[in-house]
């Protein structure tokens, strides 16, 4: 395979290259034949750039030469180990599917049931489904003139440095796009309280001595428990499956204090991988809104200051579901492909990139802060309503919360003749009897914080709302 070939061949020289070339294509290797030692590339560069069919063959292996020099030079995403989990073929989905615990039933309390036996147990199962959400290409621009003057400087590796800023950009701009991406997926769910809180009281408290504390959730998280995800399943993460993020300079102070940058070296350490991350409280936002349009919501300035005092933060390794879509067997989910205008000489060069990027509800994960939890109030919108018979209107609730307490809430009414789903949907009965009905947001972390809205129902009337 191509790929195989890449990962082995080590061109630095405009010889290598051309040798590379021509071993990749051997009608022309046996056209024009490989250059031997002291021979000048230049005349041998001319009758490539020259020959419009030897031209577009050696483009085409500008991409499996890249591969190899990006490999080497370029800047790698430092999640990618644990946040890519492999191929897709067109048609399949990401469907997670996880039970709960099996039913439990008391011996001596069903002894008389002879036919208990016979009675079907339906397990508690939860599934997610994933879908492919990004589907982007990078595009550069190269001309025949360029080619020729790579050919022609021969004493500076000139090729070498043409593959390298031709491809190179392409596939630095991807892994940084990724990397991006999958960190706010990471911020914007610790926002929305969907991944436990846990407080460590810093007071007085050496790096040592916190990192203790993040050793102890971690400890806990190997024992089968529904308090670390938010689907409540019963899941276990053992250590060596487990990730602890901090930030670049939290990292360093473990790593001067702590002296246990691998988390490997004893017993009195994490024993859990570790993940880097530049800053949970800096985000390019600029990009990000470029790449996720109308699904990327900035955080604001007090979420930025919430992130930013984040101690760390640990996630399961199927915490990430990024799959790539196999456009391209030999380039791993990418794939390259270049046009040339025969009028400008120009040459665009493409690269494809297909994937699933999301995040599990059923991976366990936590998150260390210093304060407690809280959630301030709880606002439902619109406050008041009308609405006439057998219709429905949607409400929604604003959660302010406090350290990153879960935002969720639960919904109820105080009547029988209408119902409420728990996206805050609320339909009413077509013969409904009630004149008002009190719609009521509660917080699932703190019960005691409510919002509510009133509903005024009517005969037939146009759905009108107000925020009040």
């Known amino acids: 395979m191509a790929k195989t070939k890449t990962n082995t061949m080590k061109a630095t020289s405009n010889a290598e290259i051309i040798s590379y070339f021509l071993n990749q294509n051997p009608e022309i290797k046996e056209e024009i034949g490989l250059p031997v030692q002291g021979q000048s590339t230049i005349e041998i560069g001319r009758l490539i750039v020259d020959n419009a069919r030897y031209r577009n063959a050696f483009i085409n292996t500008v991409n499996l030469i890249g591969l190899t020099i990006i490999k080497e030079n370029r800047w790698e995403n430092p999640w990618q180990s644990f946040t890519d989990k492999g191929r897709l073929r067109f048609g399949q989905q990401i469907r997670e599917i996880i039970l709960d615990l099996a039913k439990v039933h008391d011996y001596n309390e069903n002894y008389a049931d002879k036919t208990k036996f016979l009675q079907t147990e339906v397990p508690d ?26 050919f022609d400087n021969e004493e500076n590796d000139g090729l070498y440095t043409f593959i390298n800023e031709c491809v190179s950009n392409l596939y630095e701009t991807y892994n940084y796009d990724k990397y991006l ?4 997926q990471i ?14 009281d810093t007071t007085n408290k050496d790096a040592r001595q916190i990192l203790s504390e993040m050793k102890g959730v971690a400890n806990l998280i190997a024992f089968k428990s529904p308090n ?9 993460t053992k250590l060596e499956n487990q990730f602890l993020m901090l930030d670049a300079n939290r990292q360093a102070i473990n790593s001067t204090e702590v002296l246990a940058t691998s988390y490997f070296l004893n017993e009195a350490e994490m024993k859990t991988n570790s993940a880097l991350i530049d800053t949970f409280s800096e985000t390019d936002d600029a990009r990000l809104q470029e790449l996720l349009g109308s699904a990327y919501t900035p955080f604001t300035s007090d979420e930025k200051l919430q992130l930013a005092k984040i101690l760390g933060l640990i996630i399961a390794d199927d915490f990430f579901m990024d799959y790539y879509y196999a456009l391209d067997e030999s380039q791993e989910g990418k794939e390259q492909t270049e046009f040339r205008n025969p009028t400008t000489l120009d040459r665009n060069i493409f690269l494809h990139a297909w994937l699933v990027i999301s995040t599990s509800p059923f991976a366990n994960a936590c998150v260390f802060v210093d304060g407690t939890p809280s959630v ?14 057998g219709q429905s209107i949607k409400l929604s609730a604003t959660v302010v ?3 990153f307490a879960n935002k969720s809430v639960q919904w109820s009414i105080d009547v029988d003749d209408a119902k409420i789903s728990q996206d805050g949907t609320l339909k009413v009965d077509a013969d409904a009897t009630s004149e008002t009905i009190t719609v009521t947001a509660t917080s699932i972390y703190d019960s005691t914080v409510t919002g509510t809205a009133t509903i005024t129902v009517a005969e037939n009337v146009t759905v009108s709302e107000s925020n009040g």
Do not use: F
């Not at 199962?125 to 790579?150: C, F, P, S």
């Open 125 to 150: 199962v939860y599934q997610y489904l994933h879908q492919i959400n990004y589907q982007k290409w990078y595009e550069t621009t190269v001309n025949d003139g360029l080619l020729r003057m790579a």
């Open 181 to 184: 991406v999958d960190k706010y």
């Open 187 to 200: 911020c914007r769910r610790i926002v929305d309280g969907t991944i436990t809180v846990k407080s460590i």
């Open 228 to 236: 670390y995800n938010p689907a409540g399943v019963r899941r276990a």
């Open 376 to 389: 301030t109030s709880v606002t439902v919108s619109p406050a008041t309503a009308t609405v006439s018979k």
């Open 401 to 403: 919360t406090e350290n």
